[in-house]
């Protein structure tokens, strides 16, 4: 019950931080710094670290349900509501997600088994720690601050998901692809990205929401195929706890989303990314000072 309670507060965490531009990992960081779950800890001694592994990135699944419930009809292609005209304008938004798409996937398929070949760690193994995700979370935030401040009393120039460019989509993507580095945050840097592009801060935020549909699905199902390959090469049985865990957080993360995602785009409207640079500034002193005293 215990750990239930975790994979809930867990999934609460990620529901709110895999949308807000204030990442994720590092709050993930430090939860699991204060509050580690310790699930399948006397079995096989890599278990409790290979299910954690796949856990933290797994957990995304919840929240990416919620945006295809959210953006359901704009997602949805073939909706019997929707004109021939519409249904096309679909079809090329979903083709400008893949195109968005492609630079962080060879990333991460192609780069990160590169650098691993080469070093015997992956990008993970290099920048999953303290130092780097506490100077991500400050450097993003000083961006947020300066961009808006930047934009001030400016008209964006792009205002609607049709006005974006297969090449602004790409370079959006070049953007997500930066987010391999732990602290950055998926939607801080595909939202930053998009603003620097002359998006208005509610298309900026849309189309990095539905950028995480394949990021987010394509390294789950990495992480899930990485878990189950070391299941069957160890031989050691998953305990049922696990599975109620993990379902209890993607749950949680798929009910907290739904209330995060309506309170950006909600926000966006009538403020300004400024608080959330703030606030990242601040999260990223206090865990670099943490690590610090430690």
């Known amino acids: 019950m215990i750990e239930i309670l975790k994979a809930i507060l867990y999934g609460i965490v990620e529901g709110i931080t895999e949308w807000l531009p204030i990442s994720s990992t590092g709050h993930l960081i430090l939860l699991n710094e204060f509050l580690g779950l310790n699930v399948g800890a006397n079995l096989e001694p890599d278990f409790a670290g290979e299910f954690w592994e796949m856990f933290e990135v797994v957990i995304q699944l919840g929240a990416i349900l919620a945006v295809a419930v959210l953006f359901f009809s704009k997602l949805n292609p073939f909706s019997p509501r929707k004109s021939a005209p519409e249904k096309k304008e679909t079809w090329v938004m979903w083709l400008k997600v893949v195109v968005a798409s492609i630079p962080a996937a060879l990333a991460g398929l192609v780069l990160d088994k590169a650098i691993e070949k080469l070093s015997g760690r992956?990008?993970?193994?290099?920048?999953?720690?303290?130092?780097?995700?506490?100077?991500?979370?400050?450097?993003?935030?000083?961006?947020?601050?300066?961009?808006?401040?930047?934009?001030?009393?400016?008209?964006?120039?792009?205002?609607?998901?049709?006005?974006?460019?297969?090449?602004?989509?790409?370079?959006?993507g070049v953007y997500q692809m930066l987010a391999i580095i732990p602290g950055t945050s998926r939607s801080g840097s595909t939202i930053l990205g998009a603003m620097l592009l002359g998006m208005s801060r509610s298309t900026a935020a849309e189309f990095?929401?539905?950028?995480?549909?394949?990021?987010?699905?394509g390294a789950s199902l990495i992480k899930m195929y990485g878990f189950f390959d070391y299941v069957a090469k160890s031989g050691v049985e998953v305990p049922a706890e696990a599975w109620v865990v993990l379902l209890a957080a993607c749950v949680t993360a798929f009910l907290v989303s739904m209330v995060a995602i309506k309170f950006l785009m909600d926000f966006v409207k009538r403020h300004t990314f400024t608080p959330f640079g703030v606030y990242r500034i601040a999260l990223g002193a206090l865990v670099l000072l943490y690590f610090i005293c430690i």
């Open 122 to 172: 992956d990008i993970d193994g290099w920048l999953y720690n303290a130092w780097v995700v506490s100077a991500a979370l400050i450097i993003y935030g000083v961006f947020f601050i300066l961009i808006e401040r930047a934009r001030r009393g400016r008209e964006p120039e792009i205002t609607s998901l049709d006005a974006i460019t297969y090449k602004n989509a790409f370079i959006i």
């Open 208 to 217: 990095s929401f539905f950028m995480a549909i394949p990021a987010m699905a």
